[in-house]
């Protein structure tokens, strides 16, 4: 199957000051994409568009806050304004706060599900007009929406009910938008990585399940090369949801 080119198109990812986020923002520039990144923390962002820049790619930093539909539309218009159309977005931004139900902080849910579940269809609502926009006049005749979801959107396990609520949540309205805009040539995917070496999880947890691994976890850069697998399929072919595991997990 031959890969479809990403010279002249425009990605918007969001989360990208660090972990997958940022590795998807290079995997998709050294492709050819104009990218724009999304994050709070502007000095991330702004490091990152210089390294991508002095590669040779364009590379916009948007700085935003997702859970705020207004900062989060306002990110999209800038994409759009600064770097011409979008036709890829990647919902990344991601937040993980594990820990019991019972006694549990009711912060940690509402920032759960604030971030992963609001934030990622805040982006969505905002950049979906450009999607279509860009499917309809080329040059790739298709455009992209890909949720960075996780394995704990379909295996659930005691102390992460909230997180995985939320991952489970974006599969299931990822699944009506592919069916809603299918017709509209926008192709809708989850990647749903397991373990991913980043700093998701807060240090205490790290520790903890770091003492536990037995098995590698995957790399940021893994879980972007499948994010490149989905965006560079022929515009005929859509992969709608795509699970990666560290080869030793049983998980
Ligand atoms: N690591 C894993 O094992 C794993 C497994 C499966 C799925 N995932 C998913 O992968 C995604 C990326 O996580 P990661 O592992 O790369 O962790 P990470 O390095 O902590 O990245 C999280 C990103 O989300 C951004 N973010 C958080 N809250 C935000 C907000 N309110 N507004 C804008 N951006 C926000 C952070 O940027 P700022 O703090 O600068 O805003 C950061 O760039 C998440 O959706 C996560 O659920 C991770």
């Known amino acids: 199957m031959t890969e479809m080119d990403l010279r002249g198109t425009v990605s918007l990812v969001t989360g990208a000051s660090s972990g997958i986020g940022a590795a998807v923002a290079r995997t998709l520039a050294a492709r050819g994409s104009a990218v724009a990144l999304l994050a709070r923390r502007e000095d ?3 490091s990152l568009a210089l390294e991508l820049r002095e590669a040779g790619a364009r590379a916009l930093p948007v700085p935003a806050d997702v859970t705020d539909p207004e900062r989060a539309a306002e990110a999209v218009r800038r994409t759009v304004a600064g770097l011409g159309r979008l036709d890829i977005l990647v919902n990344n931004a991601g937040a993980a706060r594990p820990g019991p139900m019972l006694h549990g902080s009711v912060d940690a849910w509402d920032e759960m599900v604030r971030v992963n579940l609001l934030g990622s269809l805040y982006l969505t609502h905002a950049a979906l007009p450009h999607l279509i926009d860009a499917a309809e006049q080329g040059p790739r005749r298709i455009a992209d929406l890909v949720g960075i979801s996780s394995v704990s959107g379909r295996a659930v396990h005691a102390g992460n009910g909230v997180y995985a609520a939320t991952k489970q949540a974006l599969n299931t309205y990822s699944e009506s ?8 040539r926008v192709r809708v995917a989850v990647v749903e990585p397991a373990s991913v070496a980043t700093d998701l999880l807060p240090a205490r947890v790290r520790g903890t399940q770091e003492a536990a691994r037995t098995f590698e976890r995957l790399s940021p850069a893994d879980v972007a090369d499948a994010v490149a697998y989905v965006v560079t399929r022929p515009a005929h072919a859509a992969v709608s949801q795509l699970l990666i595991r560290p080869s030793e997990s049983e998980r």
Do not use: N, S, T
């Not at 938008?177 to 509209?184: D, H, I, N, T």
């Open 177 to 184: 938008l592919r069916k809603e805009v299918a017709g509209r």
């Open 44 to 46: 991330r962002l702004a």
